[in-house]
């Protein structure tokens, strides 16, 4: 009997193990939301402190690391020039490096390389605020090239492109939602990702005006019911688009109920368990549920909320809704009803640009001093750890193989030891 079960145990163990340690493809990870299924990972470091390796970084970055496989990539400013980094993640040396554009502009804590790069494990695709967009194999084999300004105007962001590509199945989905520098529409493109052709290009008209057109998101991906929907926050509105054709499936107003000037939106729309929760420059939050035509504004609202955040993305577990503002206070509501469940609540002062990331019943979130807090996610508020690098910092953490991967203005670091698959 003791043979017949410990091969079994061994099995399911091996299997929980494989199911936990993911990559992370996209700027919000495998889920495409923040969040991440593994388990055992890191809560305390410093900078000689369970730090496996860390590699010199010329300058700041918004983008955030991407990993699979044996692999990261990195969209890197350097001066002038911008380029797309592969890293062996196991040892931290560079595996190659490739140019995609120069002309990077730096506008404060903005540069060029904020968009993150996306795989689906065989080849990369990265996005510059230049507007230059390129695939690579992962041994660093150019593919095809597009620039997006040459083919359908100059951006006119006030503070510069700076969303990473959604990708999904054969497609890149590249929003261009601008109006501050520019009388040009703002649309949205579908990329074949194999030949680089534009599969539709769709214009997102709005009455928003000033800087308030202007959006820094990467769209979300919408699945229930058998349908999908990309979903665009920006313009004032919150929009769901058809992926075969580029229309407009729906649309809810109320992201700028005073009609300000300046309501550029810079957090991305977040997707989880059939709700939309769509933020803004800072209030209101809306919280919508999907399946709805036409215009939603008032039939599909569940909740709004005042307390929401400028720059970093909210995360879900599609129980609890967690918020990080830009001070670095938190709440916690309940991501059905909109019920304060804690908040404000205090995390380390500073200023908060990276977004928070859930995983292993934690909340990661970093300030730009390169403080990141760990506090426990759930009902009950509990900082579990201030972990100081004294670096500046704008990009998320990525997670994988039991490791977080940081991005700090000096290093990318690789924190705690690789779990084996």
Not at 297 to 317: F, Q
């Amino acid at each position: 009997m003791h043979r017949t079960i410990l091969p079994a145990l061994m099995v399911v163990i091996v299997g929980v193990t494989a199911i936990r340690a993911e990559d992370w493809p996209q700027w919000r990870g495998p889920h495409l939301n923040g969040t991440s299924q593994e388990i055992g990972l890191p809560v305390r470091w410093g900078p000689s402190e369970n730090v496996s390796w860390k590699l010199a970084m010329p300058a700041w970055s918004g983008a955030t690391p991407i990993v699979f496989g044996e692999q990261i990539f990195l969209n890197v400013a350097d001066g002038d020039d911008l380029s797309l980094w592969a890293i062996d993640r196991g040892t931290g040396e560079s595996l190659w490096q490739r140019p995609l554009s120069d002309g990077n502009v730096k506008r404060q804590k903005q540069n060029m390389s904020s968009p993150s790069p996306v795989t689906d494990g065989e080849h990369v695709w990265v996005m510059t605020g230049t507007g230059i967009l390129k695939q690579f194999d992962f041994d660093g084999n150019p593919g095809w090239t597009r620039d997006i300004q040459a083919d359908y105007g100059e951006f006119g962001l006030n503070w510069g492109y700076a969303s990473s590509p959604l990708l999904h199945e054969d497609a890149l989905y590249v929003p261009v939602l601008h109006g501050m520098r520019t009388d040009d529409p703002s649309y949205v493109l579908r990329i074949d990702k194999a030949t680089g052709q534009t599969v539709w290009r769709v214009e997102r008209p709005t009455h928003a005006r000033r800087e308030s057109p202007d959006a820094y998101i990467t769209p979300a991906l919408l699945q229930y019911d058998g349908v999908t929907e990309i979903v665009l926050t920006g313009g004032d509105v919150v929009t769901g688009h058809d992926p075969a054709t580029g229309q407009e499936l729906w649309r809810a107003d109320g992201l700028n109920p005073e009609n300000q000037r300046d309501y550029r939106i810079v957090a991305s729309p977040v997707v989880m368990d059939g709700m939309i929760y769509a933020p803004t420059r800072v209030r209101p939050l809306l919280a919508l549920r999907a399946g709805g035509r036409g215009d939603v504004t008032t039939s599909h609202l569940v909740w709004s909320t005042r307390n929401g955040p400028d720059v970093p993305t909210p995360v879900t577990d599609g129980t609890y809704f967690y918020i990080v503002n830009d001070r670095g206070i938190v709440f916690c509501l309940d991501a059905k009803t909109g019920l304060t469940i804690y908040g404000p609540e205090r995390i380390r002062p500073g200023t908060y640009s990276s977004s928070p990331v859930l995983a292993d019943g934690k909340i990661y979130v970093t300030n730009e001093d390169g403080t990141t807090t760990v506090y426990k996610a759930g009902p009950e508020f509990e900082i579990l750890a201030e972990n100081a690098m004294d670096e500046y910092t704008l990009s998320s953490i990525a997670i994988s193989d039991g490791q977080l991967f940081l991005r700090t203005d000096a290093f990318l670091y690789a924190i705690g030891d690789r779990r084996t698959r």
